[in-house]
Nanobody, 114 residues
C-alpha cells in the first residue's frame, strides 16, 4: 500500500550537482526512517544517506560533505542533494522507507561522466 517514486536522476559531468526526489504515497512520519541507497553494476547495494522522523541524518563516508538528505513533510517527499559528483557516484539510486517492512522505489539512474 506504500509506494515510493524516485525522480531527478540523469547525466551530469564530474563536479556537477543533481537533486533526487522521492515521493511517498503515505505520510513520511509514518515511516521511521527514509533512506537513499545506490547500486552500481556488479556491486552490492549500499546505504548512501538516511534520515529519521526526528531529523537525525546518517551518511556513508564516501558522500559525507557532498550529499545532503532532507525532507518536505508537507509534500511527503524526501530529497537527496548531490554536489561535487564523481564518476564513482554512478549508480541506480533507490529510495527506501521503513516501518515494519521495507518499502522500495523503482530507482533512478545517476550517471556521472569524467
Amino acid at each position: 500500500q506504500v509506494q515510493l517514486v524516485e525522480s531527478g536522476g540523469g547525466l551530469v559531468q564530474a563536479g556537477g550537482s543533481l537533486r533526487l526526489s522521492c515521493a511517498v504515497s503515505t505520510t513520511i512520519f509514518s515511516l521511521n526512517v527514509m533512506s537513499w541507497y545506490r547500486q552500481a553494476p556488479g556491486k552490492q547495494r549500499e546505504l548512501v544517506a538516511a534520515i529519521t522522523n526526528g531529523g537525525t541524518t546518517n551518511y556513508a563516508d564516501s558522500v559525507k560533505g557532498r550529499f545532503t538528505i532532507s525532507r518536505d513533510n508537507a509534500k511527503n517527499t524526501v530529497y537527496l542533494q548531490m554536489n561535487s559528483l564523481k564518476p564513482e557516484d554512478t549508480a541506480i539510486y533507490y529510495c527506501k522507507g521503513r516501518r515494519i517492512y521495507d518499502y522500495w522505489g523503482q530507482g533512478t539512474q545517476v550517471t556521472v561522466s569524467s
